[in-house]
Nanobody, 115 residues
Framework: QVQLVESGGGLVQPGGSLRLSCAAS????????MAWYRQAPGKQRELVAR???????NYADSVRGRFTISRDNANNTVYLQMNSLKPEYTAVYYC?????????WGQGTQVTVSS
């Protein structure tokens, strides 16, 4: 089974940057697409960014131009580069396949943008 472990979150000032990593226990190349999701307090978990096996990317309107998703199939890792961070981006960030597999959800990594 696949285990996904997120890391790289933390406290950052508005306008700052963070790079999140998602390390998979197994190959991610077998999945057509991987994605980053986030869940803010009181809100539903939402799709933030998606990347296909071929490298095609999709972004939520709220983060387009600020976030960049990438994948390294050789290292079984998915990244999310987050720039120009806003307080509204504060959330727990998760990675998963897209469509998401219920059993693949990890603990996520907390991103807090202070103001």
């Amino acid at each position: 089974q696949v285990q996904l472990v997120e890391s790289g979150g933390g406290l950052v000032q508005p306008g700052g940057s963070l790079r999140l990593s998602c390390a998979a226990s197994g190959s991610i190349s077998r999945f057509y697409a991987m994605a980053w999701y986030r869940q803010a307090p009181g809100k539903q978990r939402e799709l933030v960014a998606r990347i296909s096996n071929g490298g095609n990317t999709n972004y939520a309107d709220s983060v387009r131009g600020r976030f960049t998703i990438s994948r390294d199939n050789a290292n079984n890792t998915v990244y999310l580069q987050m720039n120009s961070l806003k307080p509204e981006y504060t959330a727990v960030y998760y990675c998963n396949t897209n469509p998401a597999q219920p059993n693949y959800w990890g603990q996520g990594t907390q991103v807090t943008v202070s103001s």
